[in-house]
């Protein structure tokens, strides 16, 4: 049986407020970890592939591979991350939202995401890696998404 809760108040950070008040602090920060969780993959994804872009110019020809396997990267998930950077990260190697719109226009345009699918209007700092592979097509977007 769930326990009733007897106060209809807490203090938190020296305020009083109500437990209503208080739920909704606490679901607004959990979709706010939720959204900085998302953009920060899609970051990590992004440096992974500049990085790997760069190692890749570094090496000589053929040897990229070897060096991949020999850190332990799946080829897959170096390719994604390669393919992420070309075409997102502006000049400091972070995803650039303008030119993530971009790269999502087109693939609405294109007909590779549906103009009704919701990422067809989610702004890029909502992404998640699944949306970045979506837009790029990678992965094919699913009405479950």
Known sequence: MAETIARDTVTYNGE???????GRRARELCDQMDLMERRTLVEQRTRLGSLLIDVKAS??????????????IHKSKGTRAMRMAVEFSGSDGLPDDARMMRVRDRAVADGQIPADH??????????????AECVLGIRHYSVFD
């Open 118 to 131: 919701a990422l067809a209007t989610l702004p890029p700092a909502k992404w998640g890696v699944r949306d």
């Open 59 to 72: 090496l000589p020809h053929g040897q990229f591979e070897t060096w991949r396997e020999r850190f332990g």
């Open 16 to 22: 009083t407020i109500s437990v209503d008040e208080a």
